[in-house]
């Protein structure tokens, strides 16, 4: 079946350390997004990608960085820099590149706490 | 990336009621979204509904529509228990998706 799927479901991590986020598709959707969700907030955009070799930063890009080398693959590193990286992150795609027409599909989300 | 505020925060029903949310956003929109999470989960895509269009249906959920108000509702007939989950209304703004906060609604057996 198509879907996203986001890997460590769970992931800890000490201070000081750097940890990578996987995302996959097999939509063929041209645009990933990257969103953090806090507890009882909405979802804040982080990265986004619209096509291969190309992203841009969204509302809170600070210490997290993305690559996107292939199209199904839109990895997100959480880095030292992150001064509170506790959070829940939820991957997204959209099969247009613009929002305004289309929706996003969202992958079940990795949580990470900094211990 | 926040736009929409979801109202109630959260709201707490029996099964076989219906179940109202409500969202307010302030710009201007070419469609509204309306998702929904199960808890630790990730968001899965309901309803959308065009700046031109002022209801819509999809089994047990409505929709409307007011662009005067800046102002959404999903309505959901007869919730079960499974339909236990936060709602977020969300407009898109080109390269961005901006949701609320989301309405926790916990409907009891």
């Known amino acids: 079946d198509g879907g996203i799927t986001q890997s460590p479901k769970y992931l800890f991590r000490k201070e000081g350390q750097n940890v990578t986020l996987s995302c996959e598709q097999n939509?063929?959707?041209?645009?990933m997004y990257w969103y953090r969700q806090d507890p009882g907030q909405g979802l804040r955009l982080i990265y986004y990608?619209?096509?291969?070799?190309?992203?841009q930063k969204g509302d809170i890009a600070e210490g997290y960085s993305v690559s996107r080398e292939k199209k199904e693959s839109f990895p997100l590193t959480v880095t030292s820099a992150q001064k509170n990286p506790t959070a829940f992150y939820l991957c997204?795609?959209?099969?247009?590149?613009?929002?305004?027409?289309?929706?996003?599909?969202f992958g079940e989300g990795s949580r990470l706490t900094v211990l | 990336s926040q736009q929409g505020e979801e109202d109630p925060q959260a709201l707490s029903i029996q099964e076989g009621e219906n179940a109202t949310m409500n969202c307010s956003y302030k710009?201007?929109?070419?469609?509204l979204q309306w998702y929904r999470q199960n808890s630790g989960r990730g968001l899965v895509h309901l309803i959308l509904i065009r700046s031109n269009e002022r209801e819509k249906h999809s089994g047990r959920l409505r929709v409307t529509l007011d662009t005067s108000k800046k102002s959404s509702s999903l309505l959901i007939t007869a919730s079960r228990a499974a339909d236990t989950a936060s709602y977020f209304c969300a407009t898109p703004n080109n390269n961005d998706m901006r949701f609320g906060a989301g309405t926790r609604l916990t409907v009891k057996p």
């Open positions: 997204a795609s959209s099969i247009k590149r613009r929002l305004d027409t289309g929706e996003l599909f």
């Open positions: 990608s619209q096509i291969v070799n190309d992203f």
């Open positions: 939509l063929n959707h041209d645009a």
């Open positions: 710009t201007s929109i070419n469609n």
